[in-house]
């Protein structure tokens, strides 16, 4: 293993020891060396990096524009519910839901069709109703 004056491993020695780990997942010699090697950070930064540069960049595009369509819609959602609450924001659980439903209603937005964007939404809407049923109907919060 190389190691930095400072006797930290190289990026690629982390690099490695995640792809061993990941490959052989019941090998507990193999995890070993991997969580001594990478703090969380570098692995939840790396999982990221790989997620959101691979395959999620080509399916929603860079992610500047998506996120821009996302706010758009929360703006909208965020301020008819003020509106409607005399200037006031509380939000439920079923606001939450709806919210993640405009996520992924924006993110049909994007050239690719991707069947899981409908079926979430359809799953998040489900999710709001239930909130709704529990939140509103029962003297939950808001």
């Given at each position: 293993?190389?190691e930095n004056?400072?006797?930290?491993?190289?990026?690629q020695?982390?690099?490695q020891?995640?792809?061993d780990a990941?490959n052989?997942?019941?090998d507990?010699e193999?995890?070993g060396?991997?969580d001594?090697?990478?703090?969380?950070r570098?692995?939840?930064?790396?999982e990221?990096a790989?997620?959101?540069?691979?395959a999620r960049?080509?399916?929603?595009?860079?992610p500047?524009p998506?996120?821009?369509?996302?706010a758009?819609?929360w703006?909208t959602?965020?301020?008819?519910?003020m509106l409607?609450n005399e200037?006031?924001?509380v939000?439920r659980?079923?606001?939450?839901?709806?919210m993640?439903?405009?996520?992924?209603?924006?993110?049909t937005?994007?050239?690719?069709?991707?069947?899981?964007?409908?079926?979430?939404g359809?799953?998040?809407q489900a999710?709001?109703?239930e909130c709704?049923?529990e939140?509103?109907?029962?003297?939950g919060?808001?």
């Amino acid at each position: 293993m190389d190691e930095n004056k400072q006797g930290t491993p190289s990026n690629q020695d982390v690099f490695q020891a995640f792809i061993d780990a990941v490959n052989n997942p019941e090998d507990k010699e193999v995890r070993g060396v991997y969580d001594r090697v990478a703090s969380v950070r570098e692995k939840i930064l790396y999982e990221g990096a790989k997620i959101t540069s691979g395959a999620r960049n080509s399916t929603y595009g860079p992610p500047v524009p998506n996120m821009q369509d996302i706010a758009r819609m929360w703006q909208t959602y965020l301020s008819q519910k003020m509106l409607n609450n005399e200037g006031s924001l509380v939000l439920r659980g079923e606001d939450v839901a709806h919210m993640m439903t405009l996520m992924k209603i924006a993110r049909t937005l994007q050239p690719m069709m991707h069947a899981d964007n409908y079926l979430d939404g359809a799953v998040y809407q489900a999710i709001a109703g239930e909130c709704a049923m529990e939140e509103r109907c029962a003297g939950g919060p808001g």
